[in-house]
T-cell receptor
Framework: DQQVKQNSPSLSVQEGRISILNCDYTNSMFDYFLWYKKYPAEGPTFLISISSIKDKNEDGRFTVFLNKSAKHLSLHIVPSQPGDSAVYFCAASTNAGNNRKLIWGLGTSLAVNP | DAMVIQNPRYQVTQFGKPVTLSCSQTLNHNVMYWYQQKSSQAPKLLFHYYDKDFNNEADTPDNFQSRRPNTSFCFLDIRSPGLGDAAMYLC?????????????FGPGTRLTVL
C-alpha cells in the first residue's frame, strides 16, 4: 500500500508561471516531509523540507505547504524556470529511534517550457 | 565542499561476475544508506548503517552485501549480478539521531549487466 502518493506523473508549465506539485500521505505518524529533485542519470538532490509542527516553509523560489488535517503537502515553484525541469520526489519519515527511513512517492516529472 | 561521492559513475559487469560499488562522504555523517533505483520508480532502500550497526531491509536479496570499514566509506557488493540487478545505485548519508534528519545523496552508479 502506497503511503506517499504523487498522483500526477507529469506536469507541464510555462516559464515564469507557478508550478504546483502535490503529495498525499496516509500515515498520520509521519512528522517530517522532504522534496527531492532528480535529473536523469544523477542522484536526488535535497530541495526543501518541512516539519509537522509547521504549515509552511520557504526557500527562495520554493515553498512547501503542509495541511496535516488533509494529509496533503504541496511544493510551489515561483517563478518556474527551464532548469527546474526534472522529476520531483516527495518523501516522508517518522521518528523511529535513531533511524529515519524515507517513504517515497513515485515522483512527478515537471517540464518547464520556455 | 562537503559531499557524497560515488565511484564509478558507470559500471558494466557480466552476468554472475561479482561487482563492488563504493561510496565515500566528507559530511562526517553517522548513517549511510544504499538504495536501488530503476527507471520511473522511487528509490528502494536496500540497507543502511548507523555507525557500525548494519540494518538490512527484509526484502533485500542475499545477493547484496555491504561493508562499512570506517565512517567515511561504505561499499555495496553484488555477489552474482543478474540482469534484473541493472539499475542506478544510490548512496546517501544523514546525521542520524532523534529529530528531523535529512538524507543527502551521491550522484549514483549506473550498473549495466551484460
Amino acid at each position: 500500500d502506497q503511503q506517499v502518493k504523487q498522483n500526477s506523473p507529469s506536469l507541464s508549465v510555462q516559464e515564469g508561471r507557478i508550478s504546483i506539485l502535490n503529495c498525499d500521505y496516509t500515515n498520520s505518524m509521519f512528522d517530517y516531509f522532504l522534496w527531492y529533485k532528480k535529473y536523469p542519470a544523477e542522484g536526488p538532490t535535497f530541495l526543501i523540507s518541512i516539519s509537522s509542527i509547521k504549515d509552511k516553509n520557504e526557500d527562495g523560489r520554493f515553498t512547501v505547504f503542509l495541511n496535516k488535517s488533509a494529509k496533503h503537502l504541496s511544493l510551489h515553484i515561483v517563478p518556474s524556470q527551464p532548469g527546474d525541469s526534472a522529476v520531483y520526489f516527495c518523501a516522508a519519515s517518522t521518528n523511529a529511534g535513531n533511524n529515519r527511513k524515507l517513504i517515497w512517492g513515485l515522483g512527478t516529472s515537471l517540464a518547464v517550457n520556455p | 565542499d562537503a559531499m557524497v561521492i560515488q565511484n564509478p559513475r558507470y559500471q558494466v559487469t557480466q552476468f554472475g561476475k561479482p561487482v563492488t560499488l563504493s561510496c565515500s562522504q566528507t559530511l562526517n555523517h553517522n548513517v549511510m544508506y544504499w538504495y536501488q533505483q530503476k527507471s520511473s520508480q522511487a528509490p528502494k532502500l536496500l540497507f543502511h548503517y548507523y555507525d557500525k550497526d548494519f540494518n538490512n531491509e527484509a526484502d533485500t536479496p542475499d545477493n547484496f552485501q555491504s561493508r562499512r570499514p570506517n565512517t567515511s566509506f561504505c561499499f555495496l557488493d553484488i555477489r552474482s549480478p543478474g540482469l534484473g540487478d541493472a539499475a542506478m545505485y544510490l548512496c546517501a548519508t544523514s546525521r542520524g539521531g532523534s529529530g528531523t534528519d535529512t538524507q543527502y545523496f551521491g550522484p549514483g552508479t549506473r550498473l549495466t549487466v551484460l
